[in-house]
């Protein structure tokens, strides 16, 4: 079971790199094509994405930290330093979100200038494809290996690419006489930058201070309370440790039976636990009803 988690783990690190060389590509072809066609929301988008590079990275990052095993002093191993990962790629969004919000607002201050060149357009186009296709794959991989990190990162993948349709939008806009479209486009691009930061700052955080589904405990009592021989659960917790869970409960059975029995009981409670829900590890205390 281990051997397939920390398998999962090393996949993962495939979405990263797919992120970080697409962005890598990207940056450079709108910096370029930026500067040359006259386009400074061209440009701002490529820096953009050299920003994005940072939180692929730390993802990346986190996902190789996560694969180190237990040792004297992490004694449950490294699982939660892929959510470290998750928030700090949620700090770099948000970071990123409100620099585009400042210089759209700014933007529109300053007033109208002059139409880019068309290239810029297509530019943007071509880019918001292909970040979109990176977020379809990180998307499905995020959920074949259940990945907070990779799911992050792929969320962010769509945050570029809408950043790349408002940017396709605002130039031709500007070719119509439009020019407050740009800076109007960007704010909104901005807002949902920031959106997608938060959610991913606040699933993160919630599970790095071992918060848990409520829902998902409440199946787990049905479940345990189903198996014979088990009276009643006096407590049951869960924790996430990254994409694995952890649960710890207390059942209560009848205080007739001979240790041996009891045993046996508690081994069937964390045998049906794993199998049905592919929890890494369950501790299960035996107590009198």
């Known amino acids: 079971m281990d051997e397939q988690r ?5 996949l993962g690190e495939r979405g990263a790199i797919i992120s970080i060389a697409a962005y890598l590509i990207l940056s450079a072809l709108k910096l370029f094509v930026g500067h040359i066609s006259g386009s400074e929301a061209l440009k701002a988008d490529g820096l953009n994405n050299t920003t994005d590079i940072l939180a692929s ?26 959510m470290v990962a998750s928030m700090v790629a949620s700090f770099i969004m948000i970071l990123v979100g409100v620099e585009v919000l400042f210089s759209a607002v700014t933007s529109i201050f300053k007033g109208a200038v002059e139409a880019p060149d068309l290239i ?17 794959y990180n998307q499905n991989l995020a959920r074949k290996i259940k990945s907070h990190s990779v799911m992050a990162a792929a969320k962010d993948n769509l945050s570029d690419s809408w950043v790349s349709i408002g940017t396709a939008v605002g130039i031709i806009g500007s070719q119509f006489g439009l020019p407050w479209l740009d800076p109007v486009t960007a704010v909104i691009v901005g807002v949902l930058i920031v959106k997608t930061g938060w959610g991913i700052f606040r699933e993160a955080s919630h599970q790095l201070t071992d918060g848990f589904d409520v829902d998902l405990v409440k199946e787990y009592k049905q479940t345990i309370c ?24 207390v059942i209560t059975v009848d205080p007739t039976l001979d ?7 508690s081994t069937r409670v964390e045998q049906k636990l794993v199998e049905e829900y592919e929890i890494y590890d369950v501790h299960v205390h035996v107590e009198p009803e």
């Open 120 to 136: 810029a357009v297509w530019t943007g186009v071509f880019s918001a494809l292909v970040m979109y296709m990176v977020y379809r």
């Open 226 to 249: 189903a198996i014979p021989g088990v009276n009643g659960i006096k407590d049951l917790k869960a924790r996430s440790y990254g994409n694995n869970i952890v649960v710890d409960c």
């Open 6 to 10: 920390y398998s999962n783990l090393k």
């Open 57 to 82: 990275v730390s993802v990346l990052i986190g996902l190789r930290l996560s694969q180190k095993p237990a040792d004297e002093d992490h004694l449950y191993g490294h699982w939660k330093s892929e």
């Open 259 to 265: 240790i041996s029995t009891a045993h046996d009981i």
